[in-house]
């Protein structure tokens, strides 16, 4: 899109654009539909244009809320979301999503307007003045800055590239305020955008390391294979299930894996985790980081020290080698590196023994049987698990549901109870275990792929984006908040250490009703203290699609410290006991 053609006296009329334009039009070449964001100067009117010219632009109430947005609309399509913010604050609001996207190689670009570059860097106190490119850079992938509007085409190009390959992740695009306002010839504008051929190339693992792999997988016992949140990334969803089960495997889908193949697959070992952690002699990772999650590849989770041979599939070479040594590093592209694998195994692949493959069916047995038992309460007050089971029903009548999850009990008992049974469905924490993805994730989720979202949140979780269920009601978005209100970051009944009257600090107020928060907004809110009432509620607001807030009322007793990683949780040796 072009401005009005203008006339200039006696010359001939030309065709003009300016920044504003050319931003929009670089990004609507290169697919990009929708902004995450919030207005002011000086891109307010960046937002308005490109309403107008058919993006869809979602305003948050907090950039750090669109930024989360931005961030998992990138996960969820492998193109990179924007997020647009106005200078400092702004952009440091939405600086956090930036890193952690990059964390959990996600991709997206935080575009950000800036102040005058010369009152800027001669720290002259300009309006919201901050060097933001110098500030962005140690916390991104990648950071651009463009001065001139005939550089546009090419900065936002660079920034897609950069988002989108190799390893993805966050990159940051800064674009001062005069920028927009430059004017130049229409024709020569649409000569500067570039369309950018083929952002995220094949990489294609060289054939030695594949035979390498295959030797080291050939000459395993017990076998066993980690689906990471970058083999969801990498949508080769069928062919990472023919790997799979081709080679008879068992594999445990890390959180944001669980449903590339549903959890209920007979391979799935993760109700036999730290038995196959343990008891395994070669573990092919692929699209998973030995960090801590998996308790960096050793200690005694890990069984006997060299007791593991390692393949792990990561299209970033400097991932190899990180914590452990990798026997059998493929660096390339997942849908790659597995093909290879797939043509490589030929049609006489041996299925692991029946000893192994049966220890790890009798550990899952006895483990879902104890599950079942702890499932089966009716526990009023609701505990953490006669709430979940509803909440399991729900992720089976609807596996095409989006769930967000997020919060300390809350987080990890529901990504223990909840299957989950297609790819890309389960949006989490990530590698940071962040609170406050939850309604950026669960709005970007529908408005990306149109499917209904469950967002399961801790009351602290929540109370970190909470506001943006106005943003949730403005424009309508069926996504059903279930907060479980426990009155507390992992319990509702601490105490103060001084006996004094201030509340403990891991405590907020009692009995609070955050369903009235989404009334308030003109969506549906619902008290929810049975599991039954549970139930109707999360049924009722899935069929109608209406924004809906459920405040589940749970045990404040019901949770433990951390969740379940009380053991990276300082406690002083000196607390009176
Ligand atoms: P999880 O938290 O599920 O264990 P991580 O975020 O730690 O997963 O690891 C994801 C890994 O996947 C990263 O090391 C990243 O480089 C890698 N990755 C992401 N996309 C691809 C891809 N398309 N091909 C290969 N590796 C990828
Ligand atoms: C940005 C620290 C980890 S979990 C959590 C906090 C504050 C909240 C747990 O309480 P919640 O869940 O959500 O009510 P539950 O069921 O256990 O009661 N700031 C950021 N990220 C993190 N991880 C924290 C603080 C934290
Ligand atoms: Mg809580």
Redesign the pocket.
């Known amino acids: 899109m072009s401005a009005t053609p203008q006339q200039n006296g006696a010359e001939s009329e030309a065709e003009l654009t300016d920044g504003f334009h050319l931003v929009i039009d670089a990004l609507m070449l290169n697919g990009i539909e929708t902004i995450y964001g919030v207005p002011g100067i000086p891109i307010t009117d960046l937002g308005r244009l490109a309403q107008a010219s058919g993006m869809r632009v979602i305003s948050f109430r907090h950039e750090q809320n669109a930024g989360n947005a931005a961030a998992i609309a990138g996960f969820l399509t492998k193109s990179p979301g924007v997020c647009l913010t106005v200078s400092a604050p702004g952009f440091l609001n939405g600086l956090v999503a930036l890193a952690n996207a990059t964390t ?2 996600f991709p997206m670009i935080l575009i950000s307007g800036s102040s005058e570059r010369e009152i800027v860097d001669l720290q002259q106190g300009d309006y919201e003045e901050m060097d933001q490119l110098a500030i962005a850079k140690p916390l991104c992938k990648a950071a651009f800055r463009v001065l001139h509007a005939a550089d546009i085409g090419i900065g936002i190009a660079r920034a897609i590239r950069a988002a989108v390959s190799g ?2 992740g966050g990159v940051y695009l800064d674009l001062p305020g005069k920028l927009f306002g430059q004017v130049m010839d229409a024709e020569a504008g649409r000569r500067s955008l570039v369309k950018v051929i083929d952002p995220a190339p094949a990489q294609i693992p060289a054939p030695t390391a594949v035979e390498r792999a295959l030797d080291v997988l050939r000459g395993a016992k017990r076998p066993l294979i980690i689906l ?3 083999a969801a ?2 949508q080769a969803d069928d062919d990472i299930r023919a790997l799979v089960e081709k080679s008879g495997i068992p594999y445990i889908p ?4 669980k449903g590339l193949l549903p959890d209920t697959h007979p391979q799935c070992a993760a109700a036999a985790r730290s038995t196959v952690l343990q008891d395994s002699d070669v573990v092919l990772m692929i ?3 030995l ?1 801590w ?1 998996l308790s960096h590849g050793k200690g005694k989770q890990w069984g006997p020290p060299g007791s593991k041979k390692f393949i792990q ?4 070479p400097r ?1 190899m080698d990180s914590n452990v040594e990798i026997a059998a590093p493929l660096v390339g ?2 849908g790659s590196c597995v093909t290879a694998l797939l043509r490589g195994m030929g049609d006489d692949w041996a299925h692991p023994s029946s000893e192994w493959t049966g220890a790890i069916n009798a550990k899952k047995e006895t483990n879902i049987a104890r599950m079942a038992t702890r499932l089966g309460k009716n526990s009023i007050p609701m505990d953490y698990h006669s709430a979940l089971r509803v909440l399991r029903d729900v992720i089976k009548e609807r596996p095409d549901a989006i769930l967000v999850n997020e919060g300390a009990n809350t987080l990890d008992q529901a990504r223990g109870v909840i299957d989950m049974y297609q790819p890309r469905k389960r949006l989490d924490v ?2 940071w275990g962040v609170m406050g993805i939850g309604m950026g994730f669960a709005a970007a989720a529908t408005i990306e792929t149109g499917k209904p979202v469950l967002a399961i949140v801790g009351d602290s979780a929540f109370g970190f984006s909470g506001m943006e269920v106005e943003t949730i009601c403005r424009y309508n978005l069926p996504v059903c908040v279930v907060v479980f209100n426990n009155d507390g970051i992992y319990r509702g009944d601490g105490v103060n250490l001084s006996g004094g009257t201030d509340p403990a600090t891991t405590a907020f107020v009692k009995g609070a009703r955050y369903d009235k928060m989404m009334e308030a907004f003109g969506g549906v809110g619902v008290h929810a203290t049975t599991p039954d009432e549970l139930k109707r509620a999360v049924d009722a607001a899935m069929e109608s699609g209406k924004p809906t807030l459920i405040n589940a009322a749970i045990d404040p007793a019901a949770g433990s410290e951390s969740g379940n990683i009380g053991n990276l949780n300082p406690k002083s040796a000196l607390a009176k006991k």
């Open positions: 959990n190689c390893r993805p990471g949140k970058g990334y990498a890390m959180s944001m894996a699209g998973a980081r960090n999650l599939i990561d299209i970033e991932e592209d997942i990530g590698t």
